[in-house]
C-alpha cells in the first residue's frame, strides 16, 4: 500500500466518517454484495470498522468476518467496535509486510471499499486476495479516490483475478 498513514490521518478519517455516517449507513454498501448466513467475509482495508456491523449481521452467528488493516489504530477500533456492540463473529486481522493473518482459502468474499486507491502496487495485493479468498470465492472493489479506468488498468496487471461484472460502485472479480 501507499504506506502506512499517520495517527492524525486515521484519527481525521474516523471523524470525517461519523459525521458522514449521520447522513448515509455505511452498511449498505453491502447490499447487493450476496453475502449469505454462514459466509466467511473479509472487509479488507476495513479503517474503523463503519461495514462490520452489516457484514457481521449479514455473515450471521455462523459466518466469520475478518476486519483486515494496516494500522495499529484500525484494530483497535474494531475491538473496541466487536466489544461494544457484541459482535462476536469479527475478528481483527491486521496487515503486515503485505499479508494478513487470515488462512488460506477461507473467504468466501472479501471486499476492499475505498482503498484500492492506495494500493500502488497491486500485484502483491491481488495475490494476497487471491490466497485468501476459496476457489469460486468472490472479491468486490470500489474504485474510492481513482478514476474506474485506473482501477481496471491496476486490477489487469494480475492474472489472478478476472473482472466478473462492473456496477456503478464497484468492480467484481473471480479468481482467473
Known amino acids: 500500500m501507499g ?9 481525521s478519517m474516523v471523524l470525517i466518517f461519523r459525521i458522514a455516517d449521520i447522513f448515509h449507513d455505511p452498511g449498505k454498501k453491502l447490499t447487493g454484495f450476496g453475502i449469505r448466513p454462514g459466509d466467511t ?3 479488507y482495508g476495513c479503517g474503523p470498522g463503519r461495514h462490520l456491523r452489516a457484514a457481521a449481521s449479514l ?3 455462523q459466518g466469520r468476518v ?3 488493516d494496516i494500522h495499529p489504530l484500525a484494530m483497535s ?3 473496541r467496535l ?3 456492540a457484541g459482535l462476536t463473529n469479527v475478528v481483527p486481522a491486521e496487515i503486515r509486510a503485505g499479508r494478513s493473518a487470515i488462512p488460506d482459502r477461507a473467504a468466501d468474499l472479501v471486499y476492499a471499499l475505498d482503498m484500492f486507491h492506495r494500493v500502488d502496487d497491486p500485484v502483491p495485493f491481488l495475490a494476497e486476495i ?3 479468498v476459496k476457489p469460486g470465492g468472490r472479491l468486490i472493489i470500489e474504485d474510492g479516490h481513482q478514476s474506474r479506468t485506473k ?3 491496476k486490477l489487469s496487471l494480475s492474472p489472478r483475478w478476472m473482472v466478473e461484472r462492473e456496477t456503478a460502485r464497484d468492480v467484481r472479480l473471480r479468481p482467473a
Open 3 to 11: 504506506g502506512q498513514y499517520s495517527a492524525l490521518f486515521f484519527k
Open 41 to 43: 467475509v473479509v472487509d
Open 151 to 153: 482501477t481496471l488498468a
Open 77 to 79: 477500533a474494531v475491538k
Open 130 to 132: 487471491n490466497r485468501i
Open 82 to 84: 466487536a466489544a461494544k
Open 66 to 68: 475478518y476486519a483486515a
Open 59 to 61: 455473515a450471521g452467528p
